[in-house]
């Protein structure tokens, strides 16, 4: 069951609520200071976004897809450090629990993830395995009823402060690939993890990000995500084919904000006498940026009404992540060039977004990755010549 339509309305109103009077107020203050002030994730907690695509029976709001794009467009029209903070539990770090999990890990774990009582991560990224994450050289060994799990995790959002991983290690012996490999959901405090201090990044300040250290990590063979050894590599995906949508409509949000910033500055910025928007060069740069906005936009809709409808949108989602976080990555560089020597200052609107949204394009897939998937599925999709 989601949300009816005047439910999802007043859900709607109240996110750009506060995105607008808590969040863009306090945008340069956690650049700044590479932290969100504890108070504000209360605020997050109360407004239930740590729940939003959380089935409503586990305490979430249980969005739908397509609900959940547009909310996804809202909040990251404030910085996007903000959505990172609680957008874990909302994605990516329950996703896998919600597609597959066992009933009683999911009443165990997902009502504290969806009142934000604990922060999810999802475990997979290692040094020698990014786009190939089939390499991951993470081994889980079994010993009577448990697990002993050994490896090293990089690059993993909200590792530093999260009290749940989902880490993916090879648990059958002889496989490659994607195949024997499962997903843990390890507790913090296990002992054998650890997480070492968060990086220094170019951006998204304010959002930790780390590595996941595991020394014979012993879990019992019951927290294997849906008690389905050697599934594993199918559990991410699905959450990662969910999660690809959520990130689209995460990088059109800082694109029509970024829009909106253009808009202003050009109106009042004075130059040869008038201010810049009168010149037609400056209006192109806000024109192919709010055409491609409105492109990404129907793009991530439609997408996520057709997985709504139970459609395989593995390509769709592809390509929604692909066109959305290259279209940022030029909204963000035509911005600082509209903001002339401003837009390369530091705490400049254009400079902070520049950096954040850089990311984008980088993971859940690079554009590499996914331009590779999109040409395979196409042309496996086509038929041969004289077939038709
Ligand atoms: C801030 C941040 C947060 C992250 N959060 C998480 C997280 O929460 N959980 C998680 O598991 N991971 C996370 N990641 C990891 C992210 O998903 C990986 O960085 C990404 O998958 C790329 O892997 P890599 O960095 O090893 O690059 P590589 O895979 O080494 O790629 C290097 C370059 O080679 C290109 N390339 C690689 N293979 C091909 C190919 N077949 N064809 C064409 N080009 C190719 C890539 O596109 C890229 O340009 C995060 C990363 C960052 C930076």
């Known amino acids: 069951m989601y949300p009816?339509?005047?439910?999802?309305?007043?859900?709607?109103?109240?996110?750009?609520?506060?995105?607008?009077?808590?969040?863009?107020?306090?945008?340069?203050?956690?650049?700044?200071?590479?932290?969100?002030?504890?108070?504000?994730?209360?605020?997050?907690?109360?407004?239930?976004?740590?729940?939003?695509?959380?089935?409503?029976?586990?305490?979430?709001?249980?969005?739908?897809?397509?609900?959940?794009?547009?909310?996804?467009i809202e909040v990251s029209q404030a910085a996007t450090t903000f959505r990172a903070r609680f957008g874990g539990n909302t994605g990516i770090a329950s996703e896998s629990l919600v597609a597959?999990?066992?009933?009683?890990?999911?009443?165990?774990?997902?009502?504290?993830?969806?009142?934000?009582?604990?922060?999810?991560?999802?475990?997979?990224?290692?040094?020698?395995?990014?786009?190939?994450?089939?390499?991951?050289?993470?081994?889980?060994?079994?010993?009577?009823?448990?697990?002993?799990?050994?490896?090293?995790?990089?690059?993993?959002?909200?590792?530093?402060?999260?009290?749940?991983?989902?880490?993916?290690?090879r648990s059958e012996p002889g496989t490659v690939g994607a195949k024997g490999v499962s997903a843990f959901l390890v507790e913090r405090g296990t002992p054998g993890l650890h997480t070492p201090a968060a990086y220094r990044k170019m951006g998204q300040h304010g959002s930790p990000v780390g590595e996941v250290v595991l020394e014979r990590c012993r879990v019992h063979a019951s927290a294997i995500v849906g008690d389905l050894p050697g599934q594993g590599f199918r559990t991410a995906m699905k959450a990662l084919n969910k999660q690809r949508i959520n990130l689209a409509g995460l990088c059109t949000g800082p694109a029509i904000r970024l829009v909106d910033e253009m808009v202003r500055f050009a109106a009042t910025r004075q130059q040869f006498g008038e201010p810049i928007a009168a010149f037609q060069l400056v209006q192109?740069?806000?024109?192919?940026?709010?055409?491609?906005?409105?492109?990404?936009?129907?793009?991530?809709?439609?997408?996520?009404?057709?997985?709504?409808?139970?459609?395989?949108?593995?390509m769709e989602a592809s390509m929604c992540k692909l066109y959305a976080s290259e279209m940022c990555g030029r909204v963000a560089d035509r911005a600082v060039q509209l903001f002339g020597g401003s837009g390369y200052i530091a705490n400049n609107v254009a400079e902070r977004f520049y950096r954040d949204v850089r990311l984008f394009r980088l993971y859940e897939g690079t554009s590499q990755i996914h331009l590779v998937n999109i040409a395979r599925r196409t042309m496996a999709r086509a038929q041969p010549a004289g077939q038709a």
């Open 4 to 72: 009816s339509s005047e439910d999802f309305a007043q859900l709607l109103q109240q996110v750009r609520a506060f995105v607008v009077d808590e969040c863009i107020p306090l945008e340069q203050q956690v650049d700044q200071d590479d932290e969100i002030p504890e108070s504000l994730v209360q605020r997050m907690r109360a407004l239930g976004l740590f729940g939003h695509s959380i089935p409503q029976v586990y305490g979430g709001a249980g969005l739908s897809t397509e609900q959940l794009a547009r909310v996804n």
């Open 100 to 169: 597959d999990g066992t009933e009683a890990q999911k009443r165990r774990w997902l009502p504290r993830l969806a009142s934000g009582e604990i922060t999810g991560c999802f475990a997979l990224t290692e040094p020698e395995a990014g786009s190939d994450a089939t390499a991951l050289q993470t081994v889980a060994v079994r010993d009577g009823d448990h697990y002993e799990i050994t490896g090293r995790k990089c690059f993993i959002t909200n590792a530093p402060i999260a009290g749940l991983f989902t880490v993916f290690a």
């Open 284 to 314: 192109q740069m806000i024109a192919e940026s709010n055409t491609e906005v409105h492109a990404a936009r129907a793009l991530v809709l439609e997408t996520a009404r057709k997985r709504d409808a139970g459609e395989d949108v593995t």
